[in-house]
């Protein structure tokens, strides 16, 4: 998006003093072989690890700290380095070079990278509260784990979307306002599954919800599917949908997902439970052969059945060919039944 030739991510050190790890993109392999070893650190990529600030130069070989380069490593001028942060704390830098057709990176790539490096440390930051939730012992840690996620992550990613729309209004470049609106889609999705972790927090430890149950039913049926079906999860789950609607639930989709192990060729399904408006609706998508028009009507697949579960629930069930082939199963019914 910022049109850099190249660019790398450096990770720091425990010490905070250095690059531990240099990861590239923008050489090819044997360019890499030739230079040799990784940066750890010195020169201007060192200022970002002494003084952790968005640097933007439009010559990097200008710069009072230029440590130049080793031999064999392609030349490179304009520059743009932006910190990775986690609640004050850093973790590594964002290296950028030479962007293409342009003699320095403008503000709109230093916005664009920052929001870039929010994102990546958000990222480390939920990784951070993903694993003390794994091993927190109390609802006490849980619940301040939920109210960090609400008041801090949630909060930024708003942050990051609010800025990428600004961005999406005014940018000028071919297909970076599309772009720009697919992140913030991404960010919109992102937050959507953060809520559900929040909701999922604030469930009882000692009952196993309906969340915890699809997953186990999805890795027993690995065996008949030959896959391991991709399952997600929207809204409070857990806590609104009943035992009662959880065990129709759980049948549907051990008959859905058996069914595309034994009759679609799948090689690939979806499962997708969510709450919403007092609804709750469960879709399983495969990429196989497809129904015929008799299938759709008989019960020999235990159509009929799943059917006629829905509708005792006040519901209804769908099946559908997607434009791109496979079967959709679409199941909703009121969670308060």
């Known amino acids: ?133 794994q091993t927190a012992v109390v609802l006490e840690d849980r619940d301040r784990l939920a109210r960090d996620l609400h008041d801090t992550v949630i909060q930024r990613l708003f942050a990051v979307g609010l800025s990428l729309q600004s961005m999406a209004s005014t940018a000028e470049a071919a297909g970076m306002g599309e772009r720009l609106v697919a992140a913030v889609n991404d960010i919109d999705e992102t937050i959507h599954r953060i809520r559900t972790t929040i909701y999922e927090l604030g469930a009882s430890e000692t009952k196993q919800g309906v969340r915890s149950q699809m997953l186990s039913l999805v890795r027993e049926l690995e065996s008949v599917t030959g896959f391991q079906a991709q399952v997600s999860f929207y809204g409070p789950v857990d806590t609104a949908i009943s035992d009662a609607i959880a065990d129709h639930l759980l049948a549907i989709a051990r008959e859905a997902l058996t069914n595309v192990g034994k009759h ?21 998508n495969d990429d196989g052969k497809g129904l015929r028009d008799e299938d759709r009507h008989s019960d020999g697949r235990g159509l009929l059945n799943m059917r006629r579960r829905a509708e005792k629930l006040q519901g209804e069930m769908l099946i559908e060919t997607p434009p791109g082939g496979g079967t959709k199963l679409s199941w909703a019914i009121p969670a308060n039944f």
């Open 1 to 133: 998006m910022t049109g850099a030739r190249y660019c790398a991510l450096g990770v720091l050190n425990d010490s905070r003093s250095g690059l531990a790890e240099f990861l590239t993109s923008g050489l090819e392999p044997h360019q890499e072989e030739r230079i040799g070893e990784r940066p750890t650190g010195l020169g201007v990529l060192g200022l970002l690890i002494s003084n952790p600030q968005t640097l933007r130069l439009s010559r990097l070989d200008s710069h009072p700290e230029s440590f130049g380069f080793p031999p064999n490593h392609p030349a490179m001028t304009s520059f743009l380095g932006v910190p990775i942060k986690a609640r004050g704390e850093v973790y590594g830098n964002l290296y950028l070079t030479d962007k293409q057709g342009w003699t320095e990176f403008t503000r709109d790539d230093e916005a664009l990278v920052e929001a870039l490096a929010i994102a990546a440390g958000i990222a480390i930051e939920n990784t951070r509260l993903h694993d003390r939730a």
């Open 264 to 284: 679609a060729n799948a090689t690939s399904a979806s499962l997708s439970l969510s709450f919403e408006d007092g609804i709750c609706r469960m879709q399983i």
